[in-house]
């Protein structure tokens, strides 16, 4: 088994990795084990880990309750976080009681902020159970849910006490999920680890596929490592944290004016780093030869075809996205394969070329 802690003080966490870890949960969490337990889940998760997972820490004599949020997007909103809180109640859950949030990143962000927020506060286990939210969600304590107008506009840093990854787990996951997990996988490789984004590149069929136990595991905890080390230095996006956002800038615009549904959070993010990719080389950050690998390795990636975008509708769903940031577009680019910095000096007419160039077209 393979450990990273997340360093923050008082707050650090460990981050187990390895296969077949669900099966070891109430041994990893051995002083937990008194108090009671409720597991925040959705129906294909339960059906699929769930039932498992209760069976498991009943024998070890939990007491364990199962609450089922609906699938997708639609479950991140104050008022299932409010449904789930009377749940809560009705199980007389107190300080004490441990929420388990197993499943994807929608169950890992709606349980984190019940978390933060029930009884002010009550601790909280990840048990990611797809790839974005083993190498993303699952990890970094951002939890959250939407409004109408927006997505994770209400949330708190509230971390974990820790996270399991068992990926035997994914073997049941669609392979689109998959896909889109390996664009976050690769922009970890990207701005940070010049190495071991070759290294997917060698290994992308493989790891697209899952067939390979230890390929695929070796790359889990490398993405682990990185935003465990990111998050450790800067928690809270003041800085630092910021790089992860690299593909996300023009991403985030396509996923919303392709319209949900249509791209996939890290399928949207790969066309993003296209983008962003180009901009760097523009910019003379990115030479030649880099950028080349960066472009030619993301295009291995089976994308779907992007519908035809307005540039200038793009580029509106960009300045939304600034305006909640408080006016300013930190934009991220490589100085180099394996490098982020952020820079604000990318103007909009920059990034309206770009997409005008028709870059995101195979
Ligand atoms: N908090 C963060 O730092 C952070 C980072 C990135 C993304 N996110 C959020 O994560 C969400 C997306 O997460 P996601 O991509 O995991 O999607 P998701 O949580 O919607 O899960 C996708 C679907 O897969 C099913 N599923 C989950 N695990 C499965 C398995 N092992 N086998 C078969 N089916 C399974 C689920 O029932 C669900 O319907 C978004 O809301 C996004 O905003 C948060
Ligand atoms: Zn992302």
Not at 49 to 59: D, P, V
Not at 120 to 135: E, H
Not at 146 to 174: C, H, M, R, T, W
Request: contains cysteine; hydrophobic residues 40%; charged residues 25%.
């Amino acid at each position: 088994m393979k450990t990273i802690k997340v360093n923050l003080g008082k707050r650090s966490y460990p981050i187990w990795i390895d296969h077949g870890l669900l099966r070891r949960v109430p041994e990893l969490l051995g002083p937990r084990t008194g108090h009671q337990w409720v597991i925040v889940t959705q129906a294909t998760v339960r059906n699929l880990y769930a039932h498992k997972l209760t069976e498991l820490l009943k024998s070890s004599g939990i007491d364990v309750s199962t609450i089922i949020i609906p699938e997708g997007e639609e479950a991140k909103s104050l008022s299932e976080v409010e449904s789930i809180y009377e749940q809560l109640l009705e199980l007389n859950c107190d300080r004490s009681t441990l929420l388990v949030a197993l499943g994807g990143g929608v169950v890992g962000d709606v349980t984190g902020f019940v978390a933060a927020t029930y009884l002010r506060g009550v601790d909280y286990l990840q048990v990611p159970t797809t790839l974005l939210a083993m190498v993303d969600s699952a990890i970094g304590g951002k939890t959250g849910v939407n409004l109408p107008q927006g997505k994770n506009l209400v949330g708190a840093f509230y971390q974990p006490i820790g996270v399991v990854v068992d990926p035997e787990l994914l073997q049941s996951l669609p392979r689109r999920d998959v896909i889109s997990a390996m664009g976050e996988i690769l922009k970890y490789g990207a701005i940070r680890d010049r190495d071991f984004f070759e290294k997917l590149r060698q290994n992308m069929d493989s790891l697209l596929s899952l067939e390979d136990e230890e390929v695929l595991l070796k790359a889990i905890v490398r993405c682990c490592e990185i935003k465990a080390d990111v998050v450790s230095h800067d928690e809270q996006e003041s800085d630092l944290r910021r790089i992860l956002n690299f593909g996300h800038t023009i991403g985030h615009a396509l996923e919303t004016v392709a319209g949900y549904g249509i791209l996939q959070h890290g399928e949207a993010v790969a066309y993003g780093m296209i983008a962003a990719g180009q901009i760097s080389h523009e910019l003379g950050y990115l030479n030649q030869q880099d950028h080349e690998l960066l472009v030619s390795t993301l295009r291995k990636l089976p994308l779907p075809k992007l519908p035809d975008l307005n540039p200038e509708v793009v580029l509106e769903a960009i300045g939304h996205d600034k305006k909640v940031k408080a006016g300013r577009l930190h934009f991220v680019v490589l100085e180099g394969l394996g490098n982020a910095i952020v820079t604000d000096e990318v103007s909009d007419e920059r990034i309206m070329n770009v997409i005008k160039d028709g870059i995101f077209q195979h």
